[in-house]
């Protein structure tokens, strides 16, 4: 390939980049939803790919490139126009807790399970399900977290009291199934769980959607009844 030839195409290419990314929207680069994930995969491989094949000339990048970007533009007009193209494109987030319940319909309709969701809050640094009031899944994958009052941040400072030791919260039981290693790491048996269910009136784990340890603030459970 002719160097000057590939200058050319690297110099134009840069420019109608610039020029799209500032017309259609800087949210192209931070991929707010998964149309404009896939958007921009698409403008880079146009780009990326003309620029390597010999037989694509300076006007076909052009081209391309101006085609693709009106598109965008055009996407990117109906959706402020008209809010049903807007939920069409965009997506609406998804309520995955209210009110301090899991709902497990919508985990469904995301295609998550409990795992995923819990993974999810210790990446946004919540590290309990007890904690959450409410959790809306993102259109772009992400989450945020609405905790309740109680575990909502504040500083040991702020209250004048003495400094406590941390600790994670273990997963005992999960879709109904007991983690018996979990469970042993704690130093705790069968009969001891037995006995902490039945005191929330739980005489079969099987039940259970969710339940969680935190040393000092004892069980946190959820059963399947609670949301089906």
């Known amino acids: 390939m ?23 929207g800087r949210k192209i680069i931070n991929q707010i939803t998964p149309f404009t994930f896939i958007a921009s995969i698409v403008l880079s491989e146009i780009l990326g790919n003309a620029l390597y094949d010999d037989k694509v000339g300076t006007f076909y990048i052009i081209y391309s490139m101006t085609l693709w970007g009106g598109l965008l533009f055009i996407v990117e ?17 998804s309520a995955l807790i209210q009110n301090g319940i899991v709902n497990r319909n919508e985990l469904r309709k995301c295609r998550m399970n409990i795992n995923q969701l819990q993974s999810l809050l210790r990446q946004s640094e919540t590290f ?7 959790c809306y899944l ?4 992400s989450i945020s977290v609405l905790k309740k009052p109680k575990y909502q941040k504040t500083t040991q400072e702020d ?20 983690l018996w290693n979990e469970l042993g790491d704690l130093g705790y048996n069968k009969t001891w769980l037995n006995e902490q269910l039945k005191e929330k009136n739980i005489t079969d784990y099987k039940d259970v ?11 946190f459970l959820q059963l399947y009844e609670n949301n089906t």
């Open 128 to 134: 309990s399900i007890r904690e959450v009031a409410y």
């Open 159 to 178: 209250l004048n009291l003495a400094e406590k030791t941390a600790h994670v919260p273990v997963t005992l039981i999960r879709d109904g199934q007991v």
């Open 138 to 141: 993102e259109p772009n994958g």
């Open 77 to 93: 007009l109906m959706g402020r126009k008209s809010l049903l193209f807007r939920g069409l494109i965009q997506g609406k987030p």
């Open 209 to 219: 959607f969710i339940a969680e340890w935190l040393e000092g603030d004892g069980l």
């Open 2 to 24: 002719d160097i000057r030839f590939l200058s050319q195409e690297l110099v134009i290419g840069f420019f109608f980049l610039f020029i799209i990314i500032n017309i259609v």
